[in-house]
């Protein structure tokens, strides 16, 4: 019962957190040279392990749709299918989970650490608001960024199946991209971009929560870390159901 | 002139501060002196508004800083300059960007950039640092060298009040000599009011024109060095008896 009462209380703690990260996102002084390096650590830095997961899975996808599609000789779909289904639903989902993984896990990391060495307290009594110059450049580099990683994911998922289904499992290139524009539509980008922008949402504010409200040293932080890294996967799951649900239906 | 009027702070069943009244003048140099685990941090952190108390206020010249939120404290810290128990130099900056962190950061009267390491290369000139420290990283640094660009930073916008977190702990005698004749040269030159917390009594009746000595959330004894010495509170009697009993 204790556990839950101070469950309940950390998340609104959070939910305040959130309400005074875009007031303050509001307010100037706007530090966009903060945001640049931010989104050059979330996003550039992480290019590179987004992009190779958007290949593999694209290309094992590919694979796995060409075995089941082979027992109904529709092979043309499999590219129509694969890029479907990372538009809406991979794309997005794995960019979070593997952005999480690597930037999310440092940003809690980090401001876990200045706040248990009384960086945020130093920073607050040179009467800095450690809100405005150190979590909102990062929740504003995660609105951005989020999206343009899922778009690489997008376009690399969909080269390494083009890779697989053309050259390995031999399907005519007229009928792989033929059902491709068939399938595919605009919508179905808005659809895992929008995701991407709500994950990009949460991922920033749970994790910079965790990193802001640590406490009690090292250990402290390496537990708000893991916290972060959990929570943050956790929502990312939810929110996707909720909005699979809000815009397909149930 | 700080004014602090029976303050009252817990956390959960910990009650840390039970009423503290207590006045400190212009360009006066208080040490608040207690054991560890006292509240004295919880204290100071309450002068600058880090706290809130449940009950009680604290002024500033006037001006009731326990009151403020949001951009009316922010403004009311900028008379402040605070060095931290571990320093608390930013990690991610080098010496320069920390010095220069409070000039680049204040409203209104904005320093401009040209003058800025200028500014910074002054200040930790009067700390005994020279510019071969300016693109150096925190980590890179002694123990005693942070204090110094600790005190270097809290300087550099020339507050007109400093508060001091255990300015002395961890650092060898020759330093703690050094940053406590930093702190006696920031009211005798500068004209600086100051707030210092310590448990390290030589270095307290040093550099203090007044003495708190905290204890079980109240103020046990208040007065000048040579009055908090001859206090008759057991507690504070016991407390300095240990350092004196060396001299």
Redesign the interface.
């Known amino acids: 019962m204790i556990r839950i009462r101070a469950a309940l209380e950390d998340f609104g703690q959070m939910l305040f957190f959130a309400v005074e990260v875009v007031a303050w996102a509001f307010r100037p002084p706007f530090r966009f040279d903060q945001v640049l390096a931010q989104m050059a650590f979330i996003g550039a830095g992480s290019a590179f392990i987004v992009g190779v997961t958007g290949s593999f899975a694209g290309m094992v996808f590919a694979l796995q749709l060409n075995y089941a599609m082979k027992q109904f000789a529709a092979e043309g779909y499999v590219g129509g299918s694969t890029a479907f289904a990372l538009s809406r639903e991979l794309a997005p989902v794995f960019t979070a989970l593997m952005v999480t993984g690597r930037a999310g896990s440092a940003i809690a990391t980090?401001l876990g650490?200045?706040r248990v060495?009384?960086?945020v307290?130093?920073?607050?009594?040179?009467?800095?608001?450690p809100i405005q110059y150190l979590v909102v450049p990062r929740v504003i580099a995660s609105l951005i960024m989020f999206p343009i990683l899922t778009m690489l994911f997008d376009a690399l998922g969909f080269a390494g199946a083009y890779v697989m289904g053309i050259f390995v499992a031999r399907i005519p290139v007229g009928p792989f991209i033929e059902h491709t524009r068939q399938m595919l539509g605009p919508e179905d980008i808005f659809h895992g971009l929008s995701k991407a922008v709500v994950f990009g949402a949460l991922v920033s504010i749970i994790t910079t929560w965790r990193g802001y409200s640590a406490t009690g040293g090292a250990r402290g932080v390496g537990e708000g870390t893991t916290r972060a890294v959990v929570a943050s996967s956790i929502a990312i799951l939810l929110a996707d159901y909720a909005a699979t649900v809000i815009f397909v239906g149930g | 002139m700080i004014e602090i009027v029976d303050l009252w702070k817990s956390f959960r069943d910990n009650h840390v501060l039970k009423g503290i009244t207590l006045s400190i003048r212009d360009r006066e140099t208080f040490v608040v002196l207690g054991g560890s685990g006292s509240g004295k941090t919880v204290l100071m952190k309450h002068v600058i508004g880090l706290l809130k108390p449940d009950r009680g206020k604290v002024e500033v010249d006037g001006v009731e800083i326990t009151a403020l939120e949001g951009k009316a404290l922010t403004e009311a810290r900028q008379r402040f300059g605070m060095v931290f128990q571990g320093a608390a130099l930013f990690d991610s900056m080098t010496v320069l960007e920390n010095v220069a962190f409070p000039l680049r950061e204040r409203r209104g009267r904005k320093v401009p950039s040209a003058e800025i390491r200028g500014r910074v290369v002054e200040k930790l000139a009067v700390v005994d640092l020279g510019e071969e420290v300016l693109e150096r990283w925190p980590s890179e640094l002694s123990g005693g060298m942070r204090k110094r660009v600790a005190l270097a930073r809290a300087l550099v916008s020339e507050p007109r009040i400093v508060l001091y977190d255990e300015p002395t702990t961890g650092l060898d005698p020759i330093t703690t000599e050094y940053v406590d004749e930093m702190i006696i040269h920031a009211r005798e030159r500068l004209g600086i009011t100051s707030m210092v917390i310590s448990h390290d009594i030589a270095s307290a009746f040093r550099v203090a024109d007044r003495v708190g000595v905290l204890y079980d959330g109240h103020l046990a004894a208040v007065g000048t060095p040579a009055e908090v010495r001859s206090s008759p509170d057991p507690f504070v009697q016991k407390f300095l008896s240990t350092w004196f009993a060396k001299q």
């Open positions: 980090e650490t200045m060495t009384e960086q307290d130093a920073m607050e009594s040179m009467a800095v608001s």
